[in-house]
């Protein structure tokens, strides 16, 4: 039965945990600057809003405790579910590993906003580095759900994924899209959306 069930990738940060809030929150005052994400064109070089170098930024995520403070994105925990019961094994593959508990860490908050029954597997990759690995490691992979269209990009420029989904956020706002990928503005409407399309 395992064998037979479809895979769906999901991105965390700004996808399944708003993490921009909390950023400007609670990084603003670290850094003296007066954040805002909705300006934000470019999520790939994060620390760049706040500082000019990357270490001084990811340790105040850290000791921020930025990620452990995430609040859930609206409709978060049904989507992974709805998925779940329409025979996904649902796979997080998350820039995460810059903190050094960050499976840890990332599993608490699923399992704090109820999400983590619905997850099968949890992935912390780098951060600025491939998430293509962590995906090819999954074998084929029917539905990759992210806000970064330079992965979502990759992986299915790589013939790794069947079909994409890009969340909507400001930094993506100029994605002229791909085939055989939607953009969506809530996750509530995922799994009617791609079952809809599974096989167009």
């Not at 909705?38 to 994060?46: E, G, I, K, P």
């Not at 025979?87 to 903190?99: C, D, E, K, P």
């Not at 994924?161 to 899209?177: H, M």
């Not at 939607?182 to 409407?189: A, K, N, P, Q």
Request: net charge negative.
């Amino acid at each position: 039965m395992t064998g037979t069930r479809r895979v769906a990738v999901w991105d965390m940060d700004e996808v399944l945990a708003n993490l921009r809030d909390v950023l400007c929150e609670r990084l603003s005052p670290v850094f003296g600057v007066e954040a805002d994400w909705r300006a934000w064109t470019d999520y790939s070089v994060l620390y760049r809003h706040f500082t000019r170098e990357p270490q001084p930024f990811i340790d105040a995520m850290v000791s921020e405790r930025v990620i452990e403070h995430c609040a859930p994105e609206p409709h978060a925990g049904e989507a992974l579910a709805d998925l779940a019961a329409r025979g996904y094994r649902n796979v997080i593959v998350t820039a995460r590993a810059w903190h050094p508990a960050a499976e840890a860490v990332s599993w608490e908050w699923l399992e704090r906003h109820g999400m983590a029954a619905s997850v099968e597997r949890l992935i912390a990759v780098p951060p600025f580095a491939s998430k293509t690995g962590a995906i090819a490691s999954l074998g084929p992979v029917d539905l990759y759900v992210e806000d970064s269209a330079h992965h979502l990009d990759a992986a299915m420029g790589d013939g790794l994924v069947d079909r994409g989904v890009i969340v909507d956020r400001p930094w993506n706002a100029g994605w002229p899209g791909r085939a055989r990928a939607l953009r969506v503005s809530s996750l509530g409407t995922i799994a009617a959306e791609a079952d809809a399309r599974r096989g167009a």
